[in-house]
């Protein structure tokens, strides 16, 4: 009687076994670990998947000249130089669904000379130049995959008769999803900062910038879809050491949509938004819109 209780035992394990596949046996000789019904890809400290590297050299050259009636022409010109390596890389850390990492990068060189009539300036400048482009994918097969990032440009802008403009964009932040079978909603938020330099005149400008966001979608029918997105900001913004504007905003809109009629041929979409920031230049608006198409 305990023999036959203990096959009995014995095949109730095994049935239990097959049935959830989770059961774990000794490594391989490859080292990953094996399981009932399938294999996994076993973990890894680091795995990089691909590396680029490049080198690059930019060259500007600009001139204006400036005729006015009555005045001596007037020229100013612009040199910019810029030397650069470049690296570009995906990879893996521990597993390839639980970071994905992939990195821009390029530091440089960079040598500049204006020379202004218009104004009587004349700068040199030299140092040296970074850019990037990093994210990080976590937990991408998960309930909540999140991203974190940040990224560094910088560009430059033509101005006629005014000199270029030198911006530089930089912006740090995390985006969580989450609902993805119920309502798809995303979380986000994100530090920017943003600084734009002349050289030959008082626009210099910058923003400082913490945004928080929300955006979800639901469909509660088959014929019914609502779209919620809301944004918080806090915002600085300075210009030419003269100009002051520091503000909070906030930005809400609701969209619903309805099909109905023969076949869902019938549209009707409605749509509520608040706007409202406070500070100097303080504004307040809300806005309502329909929209039917038969």
Partial sequence: MTRILHHERLLASAVLCMATGAVWAQASDEGAPIIVGERREGLKAYHLERLELAFRFDARWREDRIRTIGQAEQ?????IYTESIDLSSRSFIGHRNLVDLTVDLSIGWEDSTSDSETTGLLQRDSGVVTTY???????AESATPTTIYALKTKSLFDREFAGSIDSTNSEYGVIVRTFEDFAPTSFHYFHREQLEDSQLSLADYSQKQDTFSIHTQWSP???????????FDIVEERQASTFVNDYNRHDATITHTWDFGPENAHNLRSTARLYDQDGPYGNRTLRLDESLRL
């Fill in 221 to 231: 029918t088959d014929t019914q879809r609502l779209l919620i997105e809301y944004a």
């Fill in 75 to 79: 020229k100013n010109t612009e040199e």
């Fill in 133 to 139: 482009n990093i994210n990080a994918l976590i937990l």
